[in-house]
C-alpha cells in the first residue's frame, strides 16, 4: 500500500444464512456505507485521595463485540427481505386465461378476481351470459392486482355472481413475508480498492448479526435504502470475526 490516505470504492457481495442453511451469495450490491467499529469497555480505577482525587491509578481496556454498519443503496428482492426481517418465496404465476371465473361481487367494493395482471380485454357477464356489463358503467377494473370493483350506480345488485373471461400475463418476483425473523445472519465480503492507490482491499465479515435500522419509507422524497446495524460474530474455526486484505496493486 504506497498510498498515505484512503478513498475506498467497492461492491458487496452477502450469503444470508436462514435456519443455519445458506442461501447463496448474492452481489454485487451498492453499498453507501461498510462500516466496522472495533469496540472497547474501559475499566479505570481511579484514586479517591487526598491529593489525587479523580486520577487514574491504573486502565485496561476489556475487548466488546465489534460493532458493524451497512448501507445498501441498491435496493432489490434479496435486500428488502433484510429489511424487514423476512423470508421470501418466489412467485411464480403462468401466463393463462380465465373462462367464465365466477365472482361474487361487493358492490362499491374490490374483489380479487383470483389472478394478476389481466388483459385489456375483459368479458363480464351474468351468471346466465345473458347480460354483458360495460367497463366503466358497470364495474371498473384494477388489472396489475387482479381486482374488479362493481360501480355504485350499476344496475348490477350487491352480492351478485358475476362470470369473468380474460387472459392474464405471467408474473414473477418474490414473496417477503415480513417480520418473521429477528435478526439476519449472513457472510459479507466487501471487494473494493483504495482509489488513491489502486490497492485491492478485500474484508470478509464472516458472520454478521444485524437488523434493520431504521424505518423503509415506501413514499419517500428520495431513493430508498437499506441500513442494518448490528454485531460481528467469531465463528467456529476462526479466529477473528473478520479479516481485512490489503493486496498490492498488480504490476
Keep these: 500500500m504506497t498510498a498515505r490516505s484512503f478513498m475506498g470504492a467497492g461492491d458487496i457481495y452477502i450469503n444470508r444464512m436462514v435456519g443455519g442453511v445458506s442461501q447463496g451469495m448474492v452481489g454485487p450490491i451498492y453499498a453507501d456505507k461498510f462500516e466496522i467499529k472495533p469496540s472497547v469497555d474501559v475499566k479505570e480505577a481511579t484514586s479517591k485521595g487526598r491529593y ?10 476489556l475487548a466488546k463485540p465489534t460493532d458493524f454498519t451497512i448501507d445498501l443503496s ?16 418466489a412467485l411464480n404465476q403462468t401466463s ?12 362499491d367494493k374490490w374483489v380479487d378476481i383470483g389472478k394478476k395482471n389481466i388483459a385489456a ?5 351474468d351468471t346466465t351470459a345473458a347480460t354483458t356489463y360495460v367497463e366503466g358503467t358497470d364495474y ?22 358475476l362470470k369473468i373471461t380474460t387472459a392474464y400475463s405471467a408474473a414473477t418476483g418474490n414473496v417477503i413475508s ?6 439476519v445472519r449472513a457472510y459479507l465480503v466487501f471487494d473494493g480498492i483504495n482509489q488513491a492507490d489502486g490497492t485491492q482491499v478485500t474484508v ?4 454478521a448479526v444485524v437488523s434493520a435500522d431504521s424505518a423503509f419509507d ?19 474455526g476462526k479466529t477473528a470475526p473478520y479479516t481485512v486484505t490489503v493486496q498490492d496493486p498488480v504490476v
Design 52 to 61: 489525587s482525587y479523580g486520577q487514574v491509578l491504573d486502565t485496561v481496556n
Design 140 to 161: 371498473t377494473l384494477n388489472r396489475p392486482l387482479g381486482w374488479i370493483k362493481v360501480l355504485a350506480g350499476s344496475a348490477i345488485l350487491d352480492a351478485a355472481s
Design 218 to 236: 415506501f413514499l419517500a422524497n428520495d431513493f430508498g435504502n437499506v441500513s442494518l446495524k448490528g454485531r460481528l460474530k467469531t465463528p467456529t
Design 121 to 125: 380485454l375483459v368479458t363480464v357477464t
Design 96 to 107: 393463462g386465461t380465465l373462462t367464465a371465473q365466477a365472482v361474487t361481487i361487493k358492490k
Design 178 to 183: 415480513g417480520s418473521t425473523l429477528t435478526e
Design 204 to 207: 470478509d465479515v464472516w458472520e
Design 74 to 89: 441498491e435496493v432489490t428482492g434479496d435486500t428488502l427481505v433484510m429489511a424487514f426481517l423476512g423470508t421470501s418465496t
